[in-house]
């Protein structure tokens, strides 16, 4: 008895799948897209909520960079900020104008230690290198056999880069008998942020085979 049903049976529950699974795979879609497509739309409010609160900060930096450009006062802004990045403290310039009086000093007075303790050490290095005779007569800093003299510092610009610190000056350079150039260049210069400070003349700043330091002029 059980075996003349048993076809039936089975002819009832194919016909059962055929007709009920589709349909439920299709309701399990339709619902996990509606459900990754809830999420999204979730994700897409909050980021636009988040915009919105945020919108006025990116509004009033614009009106205030239009009014900016629209004044006469935009570009010595931007020149005052550029000197505030390179400015250096009231104690460090009083220790750069001592160590520059003692070095046009110590120059000018033929103390030859004393202007080789304040002069760059890679120079310093440099013409050592080259012998005694060579690197005395470098520092005496003879013209024609004439004593030179550096004098009236005047500041023209600075450069910085990060620690690196360096200042050119403008001095007078001339002997007993003569001028030399009333515009010679003089750089003064700091690795450590302003705190001590060595210097180069022209020439020296110039010679390219002088290693070991960047030069932030050209």
């Not at 897209?33 to 614009?62: G, P, S, T, W």
Request: charge should be neutral; include cysteine; glycine fraction near 4%.
């Amino acid at each position: 008895m059980n075996n003349e049903y048993r076809p039936c049976l089975s002819t009832y529950l194919d016909l059962y799948l055929e007709t009920t699974f589709p349909t439920f795979a299709s309701n399990c879609t339709q619902y996990f897209i509606r459900l990754f497509v809830a999420k999204k739309m979730c994700i897409l409010y909050q980021l636009r909520q988040i915009f919105h609160e945020n919108l006025h900060y990116f509004r009033d930096a614009l009106i205030l960079l239009f009014r900016m450009l629209k004044t006469k006062y935009f570009l010595p802004i931007l020149m005052a900020i550029a000197v505030a990045s390179c400015t250096i403290s009231g104690e460090q310039e009083e220790q750069l104008n001592n160590q520059m009086g003692n070095y046009l000093q110590s120059h000018n007075n033929g103390q030859l230690l004393q202007l080789i303790g304040l002069t760059q050490p890679e120079a310093v290095r440099f013409y050592k290198n080259q012998g005694d005779s060579l690197f005395i007569h470098h520092f005496k800093d003879l013209k024609d056999g004439e004593k030179t003299y550096l004098v009236d510092p005047t500041y023209r610009e600075m450069k910085a880069e990060g620690k690196l610190i360096q200042r050119k000056y403008w001095v007078q350079y001339y002997t007993n008998t003569a001028e030399i150039n009333h515009r010679y260049c003089l750089y003064a210069l700091s690795e450590d942020g302003g705190d001590s400070w060595f210097f180069l003349r022209e020439d020296e700043y110039a010679n390219s085979s002088i290693k070991g330091f960047k030069r932030l002029f050209n």
